[in-house]
């Protein structure tokens, strides 16, 4: 018996039905019609896309043309200016009187803020915003802060009825409203403020801006000028506004998100410094003396100009006019009590010059040879009728008059009638040798000065007909006399000080210098070297001799002894009156005004500086007026000109180290090493020379002196000035934002804000000052 198993068997697929199926596959036709049709529409629908773009694009370049062309430039500007640094206007001693510095205006984009969804947050902050920005500028209240910011808020509803909100929206609208780059990151850190621009609103990139600041405030503004929207209106910033400028530079801007990315074209290059011949110190003291003078006697205006010499470098040159303010809307305007220094009355004013114009008749005969001191002249009873008008003496209103006198003593007593007489003796029949004169001290030449404003003296010369005689209509018998007393002529105080300057100089007339150079850096560009305007304004040495002589004794005997006369050195000068009509008003009641005056120079035995003090009042005065001014401003540059040798002058009864204010510890420290006094920092207190640290002077040795700096106060804190100078406690304060009243001189002894209590800007800080 078999144990295999059985085999099984598959059967086979039926072969011919197979390939009876392949064969029919393989005989199926290609249906190219429906594949053809596809490809047809699909090239029709391009051909109609592309002629609607090609259409498309010739609408736009021609009906939208104009259209798209605004789009492009909203997104792209070419050529825009980038503002190049302004210069800085210096002192001699390189001080700064004007420069630019950055500022910024309050600009917020509302629409942003709507758009960030942070419209249900203002609501919550806005009253914290308005009081932060009360506090860093509290020029506006809390309560306009607010209604400024919600008036922003709110937008306006357009004609489609849709609310829209500005992109721009100045909180604060007025131009002069401007942030320091201080108080605008105090701004950004207020709630809402503190977020990214498109989220919080605070516009900050747009919004930088150049504005001119003058560290000193108004110390010689006249001089320094005006600049705003990119252009110098007057003074030095008008005269020299090209070389300030320099040149501004250009970007392409593309708009690139939410922001714009600058192509530099051209760099820009910064303007250039000019270096002045002002000297802050001497500017100070002229300024406080005049301005004690006309405050005290409430003047119209008045000016002070002081000069050096041998240079003809001006050393200050003040202008002092009463602050005035239209209140009715009536073109009346009234005085609110202050005085400002604006018009440049120095150089622009064409005055007639009063008795300072003396000196000039009496050196132009005493050069002719006509007269001499010694020369006599009968006054009379102090009214004399010349060619039918009355010319007076200052006496005659006190009832008497100087008699028979000779020209020194008519100087000194300021005679009228002296020097009119005199004059008119011998240049009656031929004035114009007497202009001629006069045109040969140089006092009428034009000086050149760095100013637009500046004024060439009118002194006009007599005419003849074509029968030899004078033309009475140009030049009638009075001309002559009143001429040689100061009237027919206007003449700048700027020019009657340069000849005073010229007579101090031994007759060299220098052209007065009012800036040394420009310079780029540590590159002098432009100097402008001292000029000599004038060898000699007379013919004859001997006859400035005796001007000078009668301008000593002017102030030794005559009308100024009282009020310019100096214990410390003597001075030379002449005082001076003139009576003129005000305005409209002619001579009637109350239409009179008279300018003051007092030219001269000091030391009279070894002259350094020139000076002239001119004050326009309803008071008269005279030597009143201008003689303390002169005084004042003499003794007190004197004062600081004294040069120090510490080794000759340390005795053993002297005392061997200077009294030195508290102050700038710097310039302490410059003064105390340039007359051999040792400086030592306190310990642990020294810092960098750029820092120009405050603090005390103290000795500590026979030769030795310890600056220790005051420690660091808040910006937001009253600092304590006590003991400093005027000059240092005043920047100080204004530094900080405080405004400064000053009562006394010398030193300050006390302040009314007691020095680390918090203050708001703008608050008033008294010092007072003693010797």
């Known amino acids: 018996m078999s144990n295999s198993h059985p085999k099984h068997t598959y059967p086979k697929p039926p ?9 029919n596959e393989k005989k199926e036709p290609f249906n190219s019609k429906g594949i053809m049709r596809r490809y047809v529409i699909i090239a029709i629908l391009l051909a109609l896309a592309i002629v609607a773009a090609v259409g498309k694009a010739g609408v736009m370049m021609t009906r939208e043309s104009a259209e798209w062309d605004s789009i492009a430039q909203k997104l792209k500007l070419d050529s825009v200016p980038r503002a190049a640094h302004r210069g800085d206007i210096l002192s001699a001693n390189g001080e700064l009187l004007a420069s630019s510095l950055p500022v910024y205006q309050l600009i917020v984009d509302f629409d942003a803020i709507h758009n960030a969804k942070n419209d249900t947050l203002y609501p919550l902050v806005k009253d914290s915003i308005a009081d932060g920005l009360h506090r860093i500028y509290p020029k506006y209240s809390k309560q306009y802060y607010l209604e400024r910011l919600d008036k922003g808020f709110e937008g306006w509803v357009d004609t489609l009825g849709v609310r829209r909100w500005s992109r721009w929206y100045k909180v604060m609208p007025k131009y002069s409203d401007q942030l320091t780059y201080e108080q605008f990151q105090e701004v950004k850190q207020l709630p809402l403020f503190r977020f990214p621009s498109y989220r919080g609103g605070l516009i900050e990139k747009n919004t930088l801006l150049s504005a001119r600041k003058k560290p000193y405030g108004s110390l010689a503004a006249s001089v320094i000028g005006s600049f705003s929207n990119n252009q110098g209106r007057y003074g030095l910033e008008r005269y020299f506004n090209e070389e300030l400028a320099g040149r501004d530079g250009f970007v392409n801007r593309k708009k690139v998100l939410y922001s714009y990315l600058d ?58 006019d009463k602050d005035t303010f239209n209140i009715d809307g009536a073109g009346h305007h009234y005085w609110n009590g202050r005085y400002i220094d604006g ?34 002249v009968d006054t009379g009873g102090g009214v004399l009728k010349m060619y039918g008008s009355p010319m007076r003496d200052w006496s005659a209103s006190k009832g008497f008059g100087f008699g028979t006198i000779n020209l020194s003593k008519a100087m000194q007593q300021s005679s009228n009638i002296g020097i009119s007489r ?9 004035p114009e040798d007497f202009v001629k004169g006069i045109y040969r001290t140089g006092i009428h030449d034009s000086l050149g000065l760095p100013l637009k404003e500046m004024k060439r003296p009118r002194i006009r010369m007599p005419k003849r007909l074509p029968n030899g005689k004078l033309d009475q209509a140009q030049w009638h018998p009075t001309a002559l006399p009143w001429m040689s007393i100061g009237y027919e002529t206007q003449i700048p105080p700027i020019s009657t000080l340069a ?43 001997e006859a400035l001799k005796k001007v000078q002589r009668m301008l000593e004794l002017v102030v030794e005997q005559g009308t100024a002894k009282k009020t310019a006369k100096s214990k410390r050195f003597p001075i030379a000068g002449k005082t ?51 003689g303390p001014v002169f005084k004042k401003v003499a003794e007190g540059v004197m004062a600081q000109s004294i040069v120090y040798n510490a080794k000759k002058a340390h005795t053993k009864d002297s005392q061997p180290l200077p009294d030195v204010k508290n102050g700038n510890l710097q310039s302490a420290g410059n003064v105390l090493s340039s007359i051999g006094i040792k400086r030592q920092w306190a310990a642990a207190e020294r810092v960098s020379d750029e820092a120009s640290p405050w603090g005390v ?59 680390g209590q918090p203050f708001r800007r703008g608050h008033v800080c008294i010092l007072e000052l003693k010797p």
């Open 576 to 626: 001076g009156t003139a009576q003129i009509a005000d305005g409209s008003k002619g001579y009637k009641s109350g239409g009179v005004v008279y300018t003051a005056s007092f030219a001269g120079y000091f030391p009279a035995n070894d002259p350094q500086y020139s000076c002239i003090v001119v004050v326009k009042t309803r008071t008269g005065g005279g030597a009143g007026v201008g």
């Open 499 to 541: 000849f005073y300057n010229a007579i101090a100089n031994n007759g060299k007339m220098m052209r007065p210098r009012l800036v040394k150079s420009i310079v780029k850096g540590d590159q002098v560009v432009k100097e402008y070297p001292t000029e000599v305007m004038r060898e000699s304004i007379c013919r004859h040495p």
């Open 422 to 430: 005199l004059i008119d003796e011998h240049y009656k029949n031929h």
């Open 697 to 755: 002077v103290t000795a500590v040795g026979d030769r030795t002196m310890s600056l220790s700096p005051h420690s660091a106060a808040a910006d937001s804190l009253v600092p304590s000035v006590i003991g400093m100078g005027a000059r240092d406690a005043v920047y100080l304060m204004e530094k900080r934002g405080l405004k400064v009243s000053l009562s006394g001189r010398g030193r300050v002894v006390a302040q009314s804000l007691s020095p």
């Open 263 to 320: 192509i530099n074209l051209q760099d820009e290059e910064d303007g250039c410094d000019i270096v002045t011949t002002i000297d802050i110190g001497i500017q100070d003291l002229a300024e406080q003396a005049l301005l004690h003078m006309i405050d005290s006697i409430h003047a119209e205006h008045g000016c002070c100009i002081v000069m050096e010499v041998k240079t003809g470098d001006i050393k200050a040159l003040v202008n002092l």
């Open 343 to 376: 018009y440049n009355h120095a150089v622009s004013d064409l005055i007639e010059p009063g008795s300072v114009f003396k000196t000039v008749s009496s050196l132009v005969a005493l050069d002719d040879g006509v007269i001499d001191t010694t020369s006599m």
């Open 15 to 23: 072969l011919t039905k197979m390939k009876r199926n392949k064969d």
